[in-house]
Structure formats: structure tokens, C-alpha cells
């Protein structure tokens, strides 16, 4: 079965750096788009980045634009999210998410919806 | 960016009763539209993809309808498990893919 296992959060200082990593397996990871989502305590949710498959392609929300940087190692079926410049309303909880991947009668879609999360990583920015 | 809203905030329902959900799109996601469920601590969960046809495993009551900027998520008889928050999100024009703040469904 499909597995999402997110790690690397934590507590950190204002203005320092943390990476996520998120382990895959149960699909073939080299062949799907990937995202990342967060969620702060209590507040809905929020996409944070993109990447294709082959990672030549990645997309970010405005609030992260230029701070976060997301990548993936096809060989270790990994996807990180390197987060630099970190702030407090970056906390939340961050889900690693798989696209569902599915055709209408007119057109495929491989970016989203996502059907399959993690179980999320919390990170902390706190002085 | 396509602004998602969504009605009520909060909905109380009880059980065995139907509740209707509503999400609004800024500008039409044509059919679009997904709808996930997150129960309390628990991650979420897809219900309803291309504004209408359900997820694998997600039971019947749940259906979803509308298209271009407005659906509509209907849970046709309410069960206490169903207590949850539930979101709308659009990926018709990305990025980035938006979600609606939620409705959150008390059972009473």
C-alpha cells in the first residue's frame, strides 16, 4: 500500500533553516508528481510546493516563494522541502501528498487532487 | 489565484439527517473540484474528486455536484463519525492549488 512517511521537523529559531524529507513507498515514485501542504494549529489547509515527476519542474505558493525549496531523489523514492529564512507563521503541521492521477473524458490529471497525505511533520519557529 | 469560499463555517446536523455543504469558486474551476474530509487529529482524507465522483472506499452518503463556481458536498444521512471538518479545493488553474477555509459538521 501507498505510504507517506514524513521527518525532519522540530523547533527552530527565527531566521534558520530546516529540511523535511518525506520517505515513499507501495508506488512507483519516479512516475508521480508530488506536494507538499501545510497546516497551522488549529487553521485550514494550505498548499505549499509542487514538483513533477522527473523534478525539472516546481512550483511554490507566494508565502514561500524565494525562502523554500522543494526536491526529490528518485533513486531513494524521497521528497525533502528545504525551508531557509523560516518565520513564525511558517509553523504547522507539513504533509508530504500524492496526486490521485486519473482521466475524464477530456483530459488527465496528474497534479491533483491528492489521495494519498502523510501523517505530517510539525515545525516549530519559536524563539 | 482562484479564491475558494466556503458555507457554512460551522454546520450542526443530527444524525441521520442530510447535510449540505457549499463551495464557491472565485472564477469557474469548470468540474475541478475536490472535497476532502480531516477528522479531529487525523490527516486529511480525499471524498470527492472532479466535483462528482467519489474517492475508492468513500461510502455512498457522500456525494458531490456543481460545476464551474459553485458545489455543493451532501452527506445524505448523517452518522457521528461523519464529525469532521471538510474542505474544497480547486485544480483547475494552479499554481497554486487553493483550498477553502472549511466547514466544520457537528453532530448533535
Known amino acids: 500500500q501507498v505510504q507517506l512517511v514524513e521527518s525532519g521537523g522540530g523547533v527552530v529559531q527565527p531566521g534558520r533553516s530546516l529540511r523535511l524529507s518525506c520517505a515513499a513507498s507501495?508506488?512507483?515514485?519516479?512516475?508521480?508528481?508530488l506536494h507538499w501542504v501545510r497546516q497551522a494549529p488549529g487553521k485550514g489547509l494550505e498548499w505549499v510546493a509542487a514538483i513533477s515527476f522527473d523534478g525539472n519542474e516546481k512550483f511554490y505558493a507566494d508565502s514561500v516563494e524565494g525562502r523554500f525549496t522543494i526536491s526529490r531523489d528518485n533513486s531513494n523514492n524521497t521528497l525533502y522541502l528545504q525551508m531557509n529564512s523560516l518565520r513564525a507563521e511558517d509553523t504547522s503541521v507539513y504533509y508530504c501528498?500524492?496526486?490521485?492521477?486519473?482521466?475524464?473524458?477530456?483530459?488527465?490529471?496528474?497534479?491533483?487532487?491528492?489521495?494519498?497525505w502523510g501523517q505530517g511533520a510539525l515545525v516549530t519557529v519559536s524563539s | 489565484e482562484i479564491v475558494m469560499t466556503q458555507s457554512p463555517a460551522t454546520l450542526s446536523v443530527s444524525p441521520g439527517e442530510r447535510a449540505t455543504l457549499s463551495c464557491r469558486a472565485s472564477q469557474s474551476v469548470s468540474s475541478n473540484l475536490a472535497w476532502y474530509q480531516q477528522k479531529p487529529g487525523q490527516v486529511p482524507r480525499l471524498l470527492i474528486y472532479?466535483?462528482?465522483t467519489r474517492a475508492t472506499g468513500i461510502p455512498a452518503r457522500f456525494s458531490g455536484s456543481g460545476s464551474g463556481t459553485e458545489f455543493t458536498l451532501s452527506i445524505s444521512s448523517l452518522q457521528s463519525e461523519d464529525l469532521a471538518f471538510y474542505y474544497c479545493?480547486?485544480?483547475?488553474?494552479?499554481?497554486?492549488?487553493?483550498f477553502g477555509p472549511g466547514t466544520k459538521v457537528d453532530v448533535k
Open positions: 507501495g508506488f512507483t515514485f519516479s512516475t508521480y508528481a
Open positions: 479545493q480547486q485544480y483547475h488553474d494552479w499554481p497554486p492549488f487553493t
Open positions: 501528498a500524492r496526486p490521485l492521477g486519473y482521466c475524464s473524458s477530456t483530459s488527465c490529471y496528474t497534479w491533483g487532487p491528492f489521495d494519498h
Open positions: 472532479g466535483a462528482s
